[in-house]
């Protein structure tokens, strides 16, 4: 079965620190990363994604990490900011031949930046 | 605006009851998704549609169902024999050929 697993659950970072979530995936087939960010209430909405031909990509404050030889991917969240606090999503998509099919996403991690 | 529209934000419904959580959206997106949420467990897909009268079941599809009639339209149906239904649930959409998913508001639905 696919699976993206992430980690940690929950993370605690004070502001202005570096906010780092990680994931790992086993299905080589997979072929775009992007990642969500989901405050309470809401519907997630896309922050960042990558593709497996680049090892990193920044944008503003968020930059993702990308190791396809250990198939992890991380985000990192710089000058992390009260604002930040939310629930961040990655996720992975089959190598696509057509189909609509979807995003395998990982289970989520709670990140409260404290003022 | 363009975007997806959940409806209702909040729905409580009686055990044995059948719920219909309506999904608009007028991006002229082709595909279509329903997800669940429930904490610490991601995202998990429902059902997901990629053209008008077509729709594919997800990885949790079991007492659920859904109706793709217009492009703009894909309501889902949790029926009673869905045996935990109370959960977050969200509507998505994707243009043809794009990447990005995007999501609606969601809505929560909480079995009485």
């Known amino acids: 079965q696919q699976q993206v697993k992430q980690s940690p659950q929950s993370l605690i970072v004070q502001k202005g620190g570096i906010s780092i979530i990680n994931c790992a995936y086993e299905?080589?087939?997979?072929?775009?990363f992007p990642w969500y960010q989901q405050f309470p209430g809401k519907g997630p909405a896309l922050l960042i994604a990558i593709r497996p031909d680049v090892s990193e990509k920044k944008e503003g404050r968020f930059t993702i990490s990308f190791n396809k030889s250990a198939k992890q991917f991380s985000l990192h969240i710089m000058d992390s900011q009260p604002g930040d606090s939310a629930t961040y999503f990655c996720a992975a998509r089959v190598k696509s031949s057509g189909s609509a099919r979807q995003l395998t996403f990982g289970s989520g991690t709670q990140l409260t930046v404290l003022p | 605006d363009g975007g997806i529209t959940q409806s209702p934000k909040y729905l409580f419904r009686k055990e044995g009851q059948n719920v219909t959580l309506s999904c608009e959206q007028n991006l002229n997106h082709d595909a279509m998704y329903w997800y669940r949420q429930d904490p610490g467990q991601g995202l998990r897909l429902i059902y997901y549609s990629q053209i008008v009268n077509d729709f594919q079941k997800g990885d949790i599809a079991e007492g659920y169902s859904v109706s793709r009639e217009k492009k703009e339209s894909f309501p889902l149906t949790v029926t009673s024999a869905q045996k935990n239904p109370t959960a977050f649930y969200l509507c998505?959409?994707?243009?043809?050929?794009?990447?990005?998913?995007?999501f609606g508001e969601g809505s929560w639905l909480t079995v009485v």
């Open positions: 299905n080589t087939a997979f072929d775009y």
């Open positions: 998505a959409s994707r243009e043809r050929g794009g990447n990005t998913i995007y």
